[in-house]
């Protein structure tokens, strides 16, 4: 089906955005600290903020990840819950979900 070709490529995409993202910001944290006291409390305070914004790549690229798996192995348009088809306007839009939009909402 050439909508899940389209998808696949979409998170193909998806990964080498975020795998990108994320080695900058290795690079980033792993930079040489500012001599300046004060430089370096700021410095400080913003490599929180970047861990945090990199925690999150990390768990949407585990779940782009777990979505190219599970096209492999021909789960790809099927609820982990119920074992519904999902709608492939859902996937479209959230191409890494692995649930359909009522389990979705149950879970919510």
Not at 43 to 70: C, T
Request: aromatic share 4%; net charge negative.
């Amino acid at each position: 089906m050439e909508q899940l070709q389209n998808i696949r490529q979409q998170l193909i995409q998806m990964q080498q955005e975020l795998s990108d993202k994320l080695e900058r910001i290795v690079n980033h944290i792993t930079t040489e600290a500012n001599s300046d006291w004060s430089e370096q409390a700021q410095e400080r305070e913003n490599d929180e903020v970047i861990d945090a914004l990199g925690n999150e790549m990390r768990r949407e690229l585990k779940l782009v990840n777990l979505a190219l798996h599970r096209m492999k192995e021909g789960e790809y348009e099927f609820c982990e819950d119920c074992g519904e088809t999902i709608n492939i306007e859902r996937l479209k839009v959230l191409p890494y979900t692995q649930h359909c939009i009522k389990c979705a909402s149950k879970a919510s």
